[in-house]
């Protein structure tokens, strides 16, 4: 098993900063890597960034690239974004999550933290 922790939320205006935090116990070992997606109210949850523990693998979702950063420390256990530019749509509950490798082969995110509140205000 794996547990997640997000921190680092909190109220912003648009164009400043934000940088989140998500630390990971338990059977860390277990897990390829980790995974930011949010949700706001009355829409579904989106993926938004993704990083391989050796940080050699990094995803986006368009609309974050270039003001969004993921990175991971992995003596830390611990997965980070940094986020700038911030605008009222990035308006969400963030979560993290682990990804793991199917029997099959294919990896899915298996364990999720519980969220943090980012409110971007114009």
């Known amino acids: 098993q794996v547990q997640l922790v997000e921190s680092g939320g909190g109220l912003v205006q648009a164009g400043g900063s934000l940088r989140l935090s998500c630390a990971a116990s338990g059977r860390t070992f277990s897990s390829y890597g980790m995974g930011w997606f949010r949700q706001a109210p009355g829409k579904e949850r989106e993926f938004v960034a993704s990083?391989?523990?050796?940080?050699?693998?990094?995803a986006y979702t368009a609309s974050v690239k270039g003001r969004f950063t993921i990175s991971a420390d992995n003596a830390k256990n611990t997965v980070y974004l940094q986020m700038n530019s911030l605008t009222p749509e990035d308006t969400a509950v963030y979560y993290c999550?682990?990804?793991?490798?199917?029997?099959?082969?294919?990896?899915?995110?298996?364990?999720w933290g519980q969220g943090t509140q980012v409110t971007v205000s114009s």
């Open positions: 999550a682990a990804k793991t490798r199917t029997v099959a082969g294919f990896y899915e995110y298996t364990y």
């Open positions: 990083i391989n523990w050796s940080g050699t693998r990094t």
